[in-house]
């Protein structure tokens, strides 16, 4: 079954990292462009971080300098690495693979992973 799991959140102290991981299962993500979610409570979805599948990577202006995606594809991983970290970046994050072949978009999503940040 194709999916995306995602891991390595947690509760942690403000000013402090955690990385997150998204296993991809019986796809490969190297022709795909990955993109990582939030969403806190009561607020809606935001974008935090795409990279194409060549490698360009866009941030949300609220983790640029802060996070940093990346991915390996013979692992068919993505990562987000997330350093000083604030109260605001609590949040559900959730991976998302998209990728169009002709007309026909495939596109995965991940059940998401729970930060919170909280001294």
């Known amino acids: 079954q194709v999916q995306l799991v995602e891991s390595g959140g947690g509760l942690v102290q403000p000013g402090r990292s955690l990385r997150l991981s998204c296993a991809a299962y019986?796809?490969?993500?190297?022709?795909?462009?990955m993109r990582w979610y939030r969403q806190a409570p009561g607020k809606e979805r935001e974008l935090v971080a795409v990279?194409?599948?060549?490698?360009?990577?866009n941030y949300a202006d609220s983790v640029k300098g802060r996070f940093t995606i990346s991915r390996d594809n013979p692992k068919n991983m993505l990562y987000l690495q997330m350093n000083n970290l604030k109260r605001e970046d609590t949040a559900v994050y959730s991976c998302?693979?998209?990728?169009?072949?002709?007309?026909?978009?495939?596109?995965?999503w991940g059940q998401g992973t729970q930060v919170a940040v909280s001294s």
């Open positions: 998302n693979a998209y990728a169009l072949v002709g007309e026909h978009p495939f596109e995965y």
């Open positions: 990279i194409t599948d060549v490698g360009g990577t």
């Open positions: 019986w796809f490969q993500i190297a022709a795909y462009t």
